[in-house]
Structure formats: C-alpha cells, structure tokens
C-alpha cells in the first residue's frame, strides 16, 4: 500500500534528498519525495510517499541527530494502535 508520510517539524538542515529518502526506506520503501520537500518550499513538514508492508507494524518515530522524529500517515485505514498494524483498532487487537 503506497501512502504519504509527514515528519513534522522536520529540521531544514536535513531537507538533502539522500537523507530524505533514507528515511522514507525505514519507514517503507521510499517512492518519491513531494515536490516542496524536495524543494524546500516547506517548512512546517517534510512529506514522502512510501510503499508500506502491511505485515510489519507502522514506524511511528524514528531517532534523528539524537532526537525523536516523529511520523505522521495520511489517509490510512482503519489503525491498532497497540499493535500497529492495519485492519483492526486496539479495541479488538488479538495480540
């Protein structure tokens, strides 16, 4: 499943195209940068397409320069939050 990714309050000294795309391929296999990401005509979020394993939990923060980024997803469906993974909420989480 392809879905935009947002890192809020990204740092502009990280808005390098290698950097971007590194993280999205930690997250999931990167697909391609948004076009004011690559940019830089952002400054509030960087996005990023990325094709997700719906098998694998979804990467929530990842560790920048020492400090939590965190990721937002856009339009994804129905969420588990304890688990992580698509297709149930925590609610009926069979973990």
């Given at each position: ?12 000294h ?12 930690m997250?999931g ?9 690559q940019h ?6 960087a ?8 098998s694998k939990?979804l990467?929530?923060?990842?560790r920048?320069?020492?400090k939590?980024?965190?990721i ?10 304890e688990?992580g993974?698509i297709g ?8």
């Amino acid at each position: 499943m392809v879905v935009s990714i947002q890192l809020p309050a990204f740092p502009v000294h990280f808005y390098h195209k290698e950097i971007l795309l590194t993280l999205g391929n930690m997250i999931g296999r990167e697909i391609k940068l948004d076009f004011h990401t690559q940019h830089q005509q952002r400054a509030k979020f960087a996005r990023i397409a990325v094709e997700l394993d719906l098998s694998k939990p979804l990467v929530t923060r990842i560790r920048l320069d020492g400090k939590w980024q965190y990721i937002e997803y856009e339009n994804l469906p129905t969420c588990c939050f304890e688990c992580g993974k698509i297709g149930h909420t925590s609610l009926t989480c069979p973990s």
